[in-house]
């Protein structure tokens, strides 16, 4: 053999050999599965105690909860206080509510405010006592540090008397809830927020106790 054919040849198998090493040692030698979104909901409710007069109750009305565009989307947002004041909220990439946090909050309201009057919908509030009216403000994680982070939620509930001359404002309450989160991820944003939504949710039970007491 040729010492020039020789050479070519020892200097494909050393190319070879140091392809074959550098994707062993990057992990490359086979394409990774893609990964998939994942999705989250606020999980099963926490028990309600039920009003033993819940049916005989007087009913209210509930309308959809409202949030600015900014929140009514099924991104999971988090913002940097440390870094931009909190100023900029991102998404996970790949994290997802399986509802609009309105929808969310909305549902829960529902499942628990059944528990002690019976519900109506907005366009039965002329049957009701009250007519409930909720706007969702902030829904997010809030990081004060790399590793530090709370589920924030912020929002304010309104309730009327319906009446034939318009309804009458029977009060206001704005609420806001802060739960650490456990992990600086989507599943601490997660657990963080439905823990705060709970909290949430039971300050507006007990705000409407004080405003429906028993006839």
């Known amino acids: ?25 990057t992990g490359c030698a086979l394409p990774s599965k893609p990964v998939r979104s994942q999705t989250y909901d606020l999980g099963a409710p926490p028990p309600i105690a039920a009003s033993a007069q819940a ?13 600015p565009p900014a929140i009514d989307g099924t991104q999971i947002t988090y913002r940097l206080t440390y870094a931009d004041g909190g100023q900029q909220p991102r998404p996970y990439a790949l994290a997802r509510w399986a509802m ?27 049957l009701a006592r009250l007519q409930l009216r909720v ?18 939620l912020r929002l304010r509930a309104t309730a009327f ?24 991820d989507a599943p601490g944003a997660a657990a963080a927020l439905r823990e705060a939504t709970d909290e949430a949710v ?6 409407l106790d004080a405003l429906l007491p028993p006839r």
């Open 1 to 25: 053999m040729k010492p020039v054919a020789r050479h070519r040849i020892l200097q494909t198998s050393a190319l070879a050999l140091c392809g074959l090493i550098f994707l062993a040692l």
């Open 100 to 126: 609009t946090p309105p929808q969310l909050l909305t549902q829960r309201l529902r499942q628990a405010l059944a528990a002690r009057w019976p519900v109506l919908d907005p366009d039965d509030a002329g």
């Open 55 to 67: 049916a005989s109750a007087a009913p209210l009305a509930l309308e959809p909860v409202a949030a």
């Open 161 to 184: 008397a319906p009446g034939a001359r318009g309804p009458q404002l029977l009060g206001q309450r704005n609420i806001a809830v802060r739960k650490p989160a456990a992990t600086p």
């Open 135 to 152: 706007e969702l403000d902030e829904f997010a994680q809030v990081f004060t540090a790399p590793h530090a982070s709370e589920g924030v």
């Open 202 to 207: 039971q300050q507006i039970l007990d705000w």
